[in-house]
Structure formats: C-alpha cells, structure tokens
C-alpha cells in the first residue's frame, strides 16, 4: 500500500505537470486567436461563445465519464459563484482579449498572461495574504523579463508608450482571469477542476450569448473552413484542456507558484509564432526569455 506522503507526492506530481500543460495550451492559442482575429471575419463576441458552446459539451462527458454524473453545484451559493467565475473569467476574459487582438500582435496580446501574476499578487495581498519579499522580487523580474519578450523593452530603453488601446483590453482581460484564479481557487479545490471548469465555461457560453443581442452584435457560426479550424482549436486546447489542467493545478500548486507560471504563456507564444508563422525573436526577446528562467529560482520554494 502506497504512503500518504508518496500519494501526497504523486498528486503534487500531477499538479504540476496538469499546469504545465496549461501553460503551453495558452501559449500556443495567441498566435491562433492573432490568425482568426486578423484573417478571418468573425465577431470577436462570436468567436468566443462558439469556443465555449463547443468546449461545454466535451467537459462535462469527460465530466460524467470520469465521476459518473454532472456534478451539480451544492447550492444557491455555488450556483451564483459559478455564475459570477463564469461572467468574469470566462465570457469578460475572452471578450476583451479577442477585441484586442484585432489590433494587436499575438505576442502583445499573451502579455495579460505576463500581468496575471502581479494582479495576483495585489489580490492576495488586499486579501490579508502574507507576502515574502522573494515573492515579490520574483514577480519583479519575471515581469521585466516579459516586457523584454513583449519588445516593450529593448536597446533603444522602455517603449511602454507604444501600448495602444489594445494593450490596455489585454490588461483589462488578464485582470478578469487573475480575479477568476484567485476568488475561484477554493470552489475549484472543493468540486475538482473538471466539473468547475465545466461550469464556468457554460457559464461564459451563456452570457456571451446573453451580451452580443443586447450590445447589438450578432452571434454568427464560423463561416470558412479556417474560422472552423481555428474554433474549433480554441475550444479544445486553450479551452478544455488549458481550463482543465489550470484548475486541476490548484489541487497541489500553491497560489504563489501557479500565478508565477503566467509568465511562460509569452514564451511559449513568441516562439509557437516563429515556428508556425515565421515571426522573428529578437536577441532582446531571447535575453527576455532567459530572464524569466532565472526569475524562478527567487520564487520561495516553501509556500503551500
């Protein structure tokens, strides 16, 4: 029989590996969203619903599948919990992101992922959390290893004034998903990841669907055989997967160290979009990605 310090072990294990692969399934979707966004003619509000109608169904099968029901909330309180995670870190979430990303690079659209960890940060912090000064230092210089990927730093010194307003929506949208993270975090750990992850895109789904007819947008299917491909990729890995292991992830990875991680989507986004697309990576960019490397070693190896 096994030891609950080696099951203890296991499941810490699998935590990570579930974030890791979070991590990667986001990194790869902002050149993904960038092509749908920029050659295909959807509706951002459209695009988003449609993720989440068919991300909905393949949850909550695997959902049954794997406990045998739905997994209903307990309660009005978890029904407008889920409500409330699903309008904020799901349809709020990929609303701002995908209206930004009709602007901007794919690369500048993945900084949201680059601002989750401060946001986080100043949530835990407001919240009473206590907060160590390695902590804080690793957030510091994993962010301004970011920027450095994100070329809002590089030779020529800081270009922050070239952010546009669409850099301001990625910020809006990564503020949205760091509240999701950090007012989620104890439901997500009582129902287990999938069944909430489950919910809260429903969720997203339906207020999408709700928002477009009275915000006067119409919500259209995609139309070409790219707007499907590219759907149907932000449904399954950005979507069930990403969701899925991000929430899994918080079974065994702390808050501190599992914000930290919102730092690699860039990097995994920056050279995702050099592979598949040819998009160069500046040494800048390389130095950025070096820096957010190293930035792990100051995160405090003891938090919980």
């Known amino acids: 029989?096994?030891?609950?310090?080696?099951?203890?072990?296991?499941?810490?294990?699998?935590?990570?590996?579930?974030?890791?692969?979070?991590?990667?399934?986001?990194?790869?979707?902002?050149?993904?969203?960038?092509?749908?966004?920029?050659?295909?003619?959807?509706?951002?509000?459209?695009?988003?619903?449609?993720?989440?109608?068919?991300?909905?169904?393949?949850?909550?099968?695997?959902?049954?599948?794997?406990?045998?029901?739905?997994?209903?909330?307990?309660g009005a309180r978890d029904w407008l919990a889920l409500a409330g995670l699903g309008l904020v870190g799901s349809a709020a979430m990929a609303q701002l992101l995908f209206v930004a990303q009709e602007s901007v690079a794919s690369v500048n659209a993945s900084l949201l992922e680059a601002w989750v960890p401060m946001q986080v940060l100043v949530l835990a912090m407001l919240g009473g959390a206590r907060t160590t000064w390695r902590h804080v230092a690793s957030v510091a210089v994993g962010f301004a290893g970011s920027l450095l990927v994100l070329r809002a730093i590089d030779g020529g010194g800081v270009r922050l004034g070239a952010l546009s307003r669409g850099d301001l929506l990625v910020f809006l949208s990564g503020l949205c998903w760091a509240v999701y993270t950090a007012w989620g975090r104890p439901l997500a750990r009582r129902m287990g990841g999938l069944p909430f992850t489950a919910w809260t895109v429903l969720f997203g789904a339906l207020w999408l669907l709700l928002y477009a007819p009275c915000a006067g947008i119409p919500v259209t299917p995609p139309a070409t055989a790219l707007e499907w491909r590219c759907t149907l990729f932000l449904a399954i890995v950005p979507t069930c997967v990403a969701f899925?292991?991000?929430?899994?992830?918080?079974?065994?990875?702390?808050?501190?160290?599992?914000?930290?991680?919102?730092?690699?989507?860039?990097?995994?986004?920056?050279?995702?979009?050099?592979?598949?697309?040819?998009?160069?990576?500046?040494?800048?960019?390389?130095?950025?990605?070096?820096?957010?490397?190293?930035?792990?070693?100051?995160?405090?190896?003891?938090?919980?």
């Open 244 to 304: 899925l292991g991000w929430n899994e992830a918080q079974k065994g990875v702390s808050l501190a160290h599992l914000s930290f991680l919102e730092y690699f989507p860039p990097l995994v986004a920056a050279i995702a979009g050099a592979l598949l697309f040819r998009e160069e990576i500046t040494p800048w960019q390389w130095l950025g990605i070096a820096v957010v490397i190293l930035s792990a070693r100051l995160l405090p190896r003891s938090e919980g």
């Open 1 to 74: 029989m096994r030891t609950k310090q080696a099951l203890s072990r296991k499941d810490r294990a699998a935590a990570w590996l579930w974030a890791a692969a979070a991590i990667v399934c986001w990194g790869v979707m902002f050149p993904v969203g960038d092509l749908l966004m920029k050659k295909g003619s959807m509706q951002p509000s459209s695009v988003a619903a449609f993720r989440y109608l068919l991300a909905a169904p393949i949850l909550f099968a695997a959902c049954a599948l794997r406990h045998g029901r739905a997994m209903r909330p307990r």
